[in-house]
């Protein structure tokens, strides 16, 4: 709203009714209504950095313009209208992990007297008091030391920007090195593995750990041998597949077998004794045939943590010396 100019006429009251314009100008620029006040005020604005012409309308400008900036400032802030003798109120406020956007109302905590209260918040958005220090993996919100009843020292302790990338370059020192969890929260190094390993999960199924993951071991069994377990070891893990190839030296009779888990089968020469007649069989990760009705076959009981074991099962009375090679992988 614009102001209109004084015109004073007639002789006698013009002193008087001068004066009154004037006060009424000054009422007009001292009002705080709606086109009175600071909407009668220009602004000079040569650089063209605002829209308004007049000062209630650039306040407006500039409130808008700095509204989220405000907004942020008061996310978990103090609230002065909860907080008082030993009560601390918060401002509502919203937190986010990973992908998880979590909103927290304002409310008040009790902190304990003549102390050092740490008040936080969970990821889970659970504000809480610790007396010992902040924990880690919780938001940090204040910092109040409280005597006689009353909070004598409120200290801010939101920071809106975390330090991860400088922990992680930290942690890493050479090339090729992965970063994992060794706990909750916690950053480990893994030194890069020798040229040719693989990484797998330890023993334990704690930690990541590089190994070659793979081993041969050379075995013989007797084919007269009874019915019964052995274990085979030396694979230096817990293998998840096993491959074994076999035969009697110098005979037609051979087997080769695989086991996954808790799958096994195997191809296996010699049929019932039958020269150059295969046979496939889906249940057994050995099947070798002397003759007909003389064999030894074998399952795979368990993957051992250093091997594993088998259940042999003779039939009739095989006879000879059945060697050959197992591999191991992880």
């Not at 005020?41 to 309308?57: K, L, Q, R, S, Y």
């Not at 795979?300 to 259940?311: E, K, N, P, Y």
Request: hydrophobic share 40%.
């Amino acid at each position: 709203m614009a102001l209109t100019k004084a015109t004073l006429t007639g002789p006698v009251n013009t002193i008087k009714g001068g004066w009154t314009k004037f006060n009424a100008l000054i009422d007009d620029l001292a009002a705080a209504t709606t086109g009175l006040g600071a909407s009668c005020i220009g602004v000079f604005d040569t650089a063209g950095n605002m829209a308004a012409t007049d000062v209630e309308a650039a306040l407006a400008e500039v409130y808008t313009d700095h509204a989220s900036t405000r907004t942020l400032a008061e996310i978990f802030d103090e609230d002065t209208s909860t907080t008082t003798g030993l009560t601390w109120g918060w401002k509502a406020g919203k937190i986010r992990v990973d992908n998880t956007i979590t909103s927290v109302a304002a409310d008040t905590i009790s902190v304990t007297d003549d102390s050092v209260n740490y008040i936080e918040i969970s990821q889970a958005g659970i504000v809480s008091r610790n007396g010992t220090g902040f924990t880690a993996g919780y938001i940090p919100i204040r910092q109040i030391t409280a005597a006689s009843g009353v909070q004598t020292v409120s200290t801010d302790k939101r920071a809106w920007f975390v330090q991860i990338a400088g922990e992680a370059k930290e942690t890493l020192t050479t090339a090729g090195d992965t970063l994992y969890a060794s706990a909750a929260n916690t950053l480990a190094r893994l030194a890069i593995g020798a040229a040719n390993t693989k990484k797998f999960v330890s023993a334990a199924g704690t930690a990541p750990e590089w190994a070659v993951g793979e081993k041969i071991i050379f075995f013989t069994r007797d084919m007269a041998a009874a019915t019964g377990d052995v274990a085979y070891t030396g694979a230096g893990f817990k293998p998840s597949a096993i491959e074994i190839f076999c035969c009697i030296d110098e005979t037609v009779a051979a087997s080769f077998g695989v086991a996954v888990g808790t799958g096994e089968c195997c191809i296996a020469t010699n049929r019932a004794g039958t020269a150059g007649v295969f046979e496939p069989n889906p249940n057994v990760i050995v099947q070798v045939y002397v003759s007909a009705g003389n064999s030894q076959n074998a399952i795979v009981t368990s993957m051992d943590a250093d091997g594993c074991t088998f259940t042999w099962t003779r039939t009739g009375a095989p006879g000879g010396t059945l060697s050959g090679f197992i591999k191991f992988a992880r």
